[in-house]
């Protein structure tokens, strides 16, 4: 049988272990706390199962590598035991939100408690289903095909939607058609518990990791209140008025920033109050998704937009675009090589993206998210008042957003960083207008300046030297310039 592609190598690849955001030592969970300095059992025999893999020793990984995830003191009983803490941990919170908030951030701590290797500092993406994903590969090379069916619909759990892995089934069921014994196996019991506990909003809108969907972070009020100031702008100048959306010509774009809404407030064009608020929920948000990811490092708000996007009547017949095309916040999407190149004209410093809902009275618009191909949809989430969406910037979320076909939909994107040289100095120009500072862009403490310019001269020369390393581009191999995926690459069906 021709199943997999010879790409084990870019399959493997992950091993680069990438920037994460989500290392997180537990705060309910003590046990948590020692992550990744000591090996754990799990840890030896993985490491093992790893080095028998690259050495083509199929039969000894498959053994090693379902070891690791399934004896005693493995990696499946450590996270469900640390799911266990967070549930019974969580009862103690007062409010709603902040008791979800307190057990999926726990949870989310446990997908990283197995993901940080001795020694390191930050989590390996998508851990586990990358485990299961060398797993599959070493028994289907071993010829245990009972063993790599049941493994491959572990995955699946993970991954309902993935075009690769679904044409793997289906080709094991053409291939092993009178096998009914391989066939019929079931997931692993343990993954099932794990694959569903690893959709971290509470609805299962969301599939996979590094994504969250919280609800009611603002109120019916608040919501009217933004929608009537994003009219008020829009019919006095917010720099788009009436011009067509950059995305798509069957929609109007209308945008507001914190420090224009500031401005307008100043002016008595709209009411201050409502450009405070504004800028408070930047904050709202910031401090909401800082305490979900548990971010070891701070976190900067780097850019709030509140943007409306309305269908232009009588010109929606047969529409097949899209109202944001899909894309990736922080690196420009190659969806024919799955790569992603984090380098300029991207806005290469966004970490975290969020986006802050605040109605839902029209027809299309919803958020979805999608495999690196672009194409194929695996989550989808649906715009109302207070549901705030969290994602890291990366190319685990490419993203994109349905035609809006009626009526207008309104929504404040917010972009976080790291990297405080890059947090939004036009807040800070809004906060001074507020408290009656004098501010210029030149009172900005010039060192900071400069800092900025050096850091996007320094990110322009690796970007070169990017460029440089083309040749590894065109392969379509994995260079250190491109941030890999969480969602390891390509199984397809060989020749
Ligand atoms: O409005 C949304 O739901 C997403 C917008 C978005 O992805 C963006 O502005 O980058
Ligand atoms: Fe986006």
Known sequence: MALLSPHVSAYVAPQIFIFALFHVPGVI????SSLGLHLQPYDFLYYSGVRAYFGGEWVKAAELLEKSLLTKETLFKVRRECHDECESAGTNALHKLALSLQILSCKQSCVTQVATRPGRVSAQEDFLPTQLEHLHIAQFKAGDFTGAVKTLRSLLLFYP????????LQLYSETLEGDKESLSTQPQQEALFLGWCDHLDDDDTMNGTNRVVLDGVMTE??????LQLA?????VGDGYRGRRSPHTPHETFEGLTVLRAAK????GFVNESDAKLLHELGERAR??????????????VSFTHLVCRSAVAGDQEGRMDLSHPVHVDNCILEPETKLCWREPPAFTHRDLSAVLYLNDNFDGGELFFTNRDAKTVTARVKPSCGRLVGFSSGPVNPHGVTAVTRGKRCALALWFTKEKLYRDMEREEAEALWSGRAWSRRSRSPKVALHREEADAARLQSSNAAEEVSGHRAAGTNSVFCI????????TKGV
Do not use: V, W
């Open 29 to 32: 969970s003590s046990s948590s």
């Open 161 to 168: 939607t993935d075009k690769d892995n679904l044409d793997n």
């Open 221 to 226: 009020k608040e919501c009217d209140t933004i």
């Open 231 to 235: 009219s008020a702008a829009g019919s």
């Open 264 to 267: 307008l407030g100043q002016e």
């Open 287 to 300: 401090t909401l998704l800082h305490s979900y990811f548990r971010s070891p490092s701070g976190l900067y």
């Open 484 to 491: 890999c995926s969480e969602h390891t690459g390509p199984i």
